[in-house]
């Protein structure tokens, strides 16, 4: 039953995120057209991000209270909406407004599928599940910006027809083939439970994960901020050139969380698999300054391709199995902290962009070095701590 649950999470998954993947490409041309700056383009983002930021949790907390199945459809129904309704804009307070909505209603759904896979797999299975669910996500960033990319070449706003009405099919989906993962039973029990908001968690018992999960979000986005302008301005790559990296990023992405993740896991357990992770992190982003090539560069984000999938499998299915809180808002408390760090780091990778060119990715090798010594120094005191016991 599990492993056709995965199959079905899988598909949602994957769908759920094409949607976002078809408009990465068209949206910023998009809102240019319609006489936006680049400062309104980028609050765009912001809005999305800060919108998932605050209501994650909330909608995390209401799964835990009536059931998964709910906020999956209401979510899916809202980025339908939201896709098509942002198409058929005419101004850009349009955009601001159905940006704005389409962040709220995707803090429902996204988390919420994370959480089934709590709901569903035992704690020594979890990391599979978690990596199965991210290589959905990483392949709807393979064909996602491809597909994007050709329908804005026929018209920009078929972009977001066309992620509305994949929205809209997967609601469908959801609606006929998708059980509940969360029986009533163990609603009552959640209800109950003390709930913190993200801020709080940064700096609760599990601050040091949950810090992890923002730092890795911080530092790559602020990556995704600058990468373009650096291999552009130092060594003249194009868009097109960029476009191949991120498609060889998302394949090596998918491979790993697919079919890779499960057997590490089982193998070394998700500390170390958390560990290579960084370990990947930081050593893509000191050898980003050492490539001069396509090649080189491709071979750097396969590295954040394979590193990220370790991380957020391992990171995810370590939360899951210590927190105390219902899956829900700990799955919401996560996309809360992954939020946090895509609004703060383009502006953070932008600034340091404007120092030096390499600001960005010598900073994002310093905190994932920190991160990485503090995650295992806690990993050997724990060791340690069970041992004199």
Do not use: C
């Amino acid at each position: 039953m599990h492993k056709k649950y995965l199959g079905l999470l899988f598909i949602i998954m994957f769908l759920m995120m094409l949607g976002f993947g078809i408009i990465i490409p068209i949206l910023p041309y998009f809102a240019e057209s319609m006489g936006a700056s680049s400062f309104e383009i980028g609050l765009l983002f912001a809005i999305y991000n800060i919108m998932q930021f605050i209501f994650a949790p909330i909608w995390g907390s209401l799964s835990d209270r009536i059931g998964r199945k709910p906020l999956i459809l209401v979510g899916l129904l809202g980025f339908s909406i939201t896709f098509i309704l942002f198409g058929l804009s005419g101004s850009y307070t349009e955009m601001l407004i159905y940006r704005l909505f389409g962040g709220i209603v995707s803090a429902a759904a996204i988390p919420t599928v994370t959480a089934m896979v709590a709901d569903l797999f035992p704690p020594d299975e979890r990391a599979k599940g978690m990596g199965v669910i991210g290589a959905g996500i990483g392949l709807s960033f393979v064909f996602g910006p491809a597909i994007g990319g050709l329908l804005g070449e026929v018209d920009p706003s078929y972009p977001f027809f066309a992620s509305g009405i994949v929205a809209l099919l997967t609601f469908l989906f959801v609606g006929i083939s998708l059980p509940e993962s969360l029986p009533p039973e163990k609603r009552a029990d959640v209800r109950r439970e003390k709930r913190d908001n993200p801020l709080t968690a940064m700096f609760g018992p599990m601050a040091l994960l949950y810090n992890i999960v923002f730092i890795v979000s911080l530092t790559f986005s602020g990556l995704e901020t600058t990468f373009a302008l650096y291999i552009n301005d130092l060594y003249g790559l194009t868009s097109k050139e960029l476009g191949y990296m991120f498609l060889v990023m998302g394949v090596i992405a998918a491979i790993v969380q697919g079919g890779m993740i499960g057997r590490m896991v089982k193998k070394w357990g998700e500390a170390t698999v958390l560990s290579i992770g960084l370990l990947l992190y930081a050593i893509g982003f000191i050898s980003i300054l050492m490539a001069d090539s396509f090649w080189g560069f491709a071979l750097n984000l396969s590295l954040f391709g394979a590193g990220q999938g370790m991380i957020r499998a391992s990171a995810t299915s370590l939360i899951t199995q210590r927190t105390t809180q219902g899956q829900g808002v700990t799955s919401g408390n996560m996309s809360s902290m992954d939020s946090l760090g895509r609004i703060l780091g383009p502006l953070l990778g932008g600034a340091l962009y404007a120092w030096h060119a390499s600001g960005p990715f010598l900073t994002g090798f310093v905190l994932i070095v920190i991160m990485l010594i503090l995650f295992r120094s806690r990993q050997l005191y724990t060791v340690k701590q069970t041992e004199t016991q």
